[in-house]
């Protein structure tokens, strides 16, 4: 029985073998490599150290590499690394110092939030599994003292937010500012929004300087420039590229349509007169 066991075991070797080198052929034939070892063990000592800052750092720049494809099915593939990514997780939180058990048990936790995840929300996966590492991060700060990373959900972060982008709206502005503001990495709150809004922090920008264009085509003799300058657009042609997507029309097709309707008033002689001049 155990000769045979072990017979078998050799054939599966075997066979692995020679899928192995034809993967390995095909990552040199196409001059696709891996996310690199060295990136990987800084990215781990960072959850190690409790070191928040450090990792958020790291998460903010490009990695080298790509991470593979141990799946033909892409959806299975991404749930299979991000499982993966919370293995190595986990054993960085006990390397940090925190029990078997309680790491194991986020790991668990975490597994099955990944692995029931359905085909609508696969686009929050990475921002779901930054706050997954986030948390065995929080797990190691816990036992060595260090400041926790706290997630704040509540609604005073989304208002917060919406503010600063509503009174910095004359700008350009980036995702990156908006979540300096609230103090929240920019990862989770764009996480935030799309549970809120179901956009990203990007898109709800692009739709509240949609919605100050269209006041400004309405009720103002501001020409097409002036206004894609002041609301921080690289050019006259940008805004009316972003402009169109949103709203089906030009700049000027919809600021015809809306100052007549808006003229049309008798009550509004007095700015009909001052968009004439």
Do not use: W
Not at 53 to 58: E, Y
Not at 117 to 134: A, C, F, H, K, N
Not at 164 to 170: A, N, P, V
Request: some cysteine; glycine content about 6%.
């Amino acid at each position: 029985m155990q000769d045979q066991t072990i017979q078998k075991s050799l054939e599966y070797s075997q066979s692995l073998i020679k899928d192995f080198q034809d993967n390995l052929f095909y990552h040199q034939e196409n001059e696709t490599y891996h996310y690199p070892y060295a990136q990987e063990c800084e990215e781990m000592d960072y959850i190690q150290n409790g070191d928040l800052d450090g990792f958020l750092r790291f998460k903010a720049g490009e990695p080298s590499g790509g991470f593979g494809i141990i799946s033909p099915d892409p959806t299975l593939n991404a749930k299979y690394l991000s499982v993966v990514n919370m293995a190595l997780s986990a054993r960085a939180a006990v390397h940090g110092g925190v029990p078997d058990e309680k790491a194991f048990s986020l790991y668990e936790t975490c597994c099955r939030m990944i692995t029931s995840l359905p085909d609508s929300q696969l686009t929050d996966m990475r921002e779901m599994v930054y706050g997954m590492q986030i948390a065995f991060l929080n797990l190691v700060a816990e036992e060595k003292g260090k400041k926790v990373y706290k997630f704040e959900t509540s609604q005073s972060n989304l208002s917060v937010a919406k503010n600063y982008i509503f009174s910095h709206l004359h700008g350009r502005l980036s995702l990156e500012d908006v979540a300096a503001s609230v103090g929240l990495h920019p990862n989770y709150l764009n996480s935030l929004f799309k549970q809120e809004d179901g956009i990203t922090v990007h898109q709800y920008i692009l739709r509240e300087k949609v919605n100050l264009v269209k006041n400004m085509l309405t009720y103002s003799t501001y020409s097409y420039i002036e206004i894609a300058n002041y609301l921080g657009f690289s050019s006259q042609s940008h805004l009316g590229q972003v402009f169109k997507k949103s709203t089906g029309q030009t700049l000027n097709e919809y600021r015809k349509e809306h100052q007549k309707e808006f003229l049309g008033d008798s009550q509004n002689s007095y700015y009909a007169s001052l968009l004439r001049e």
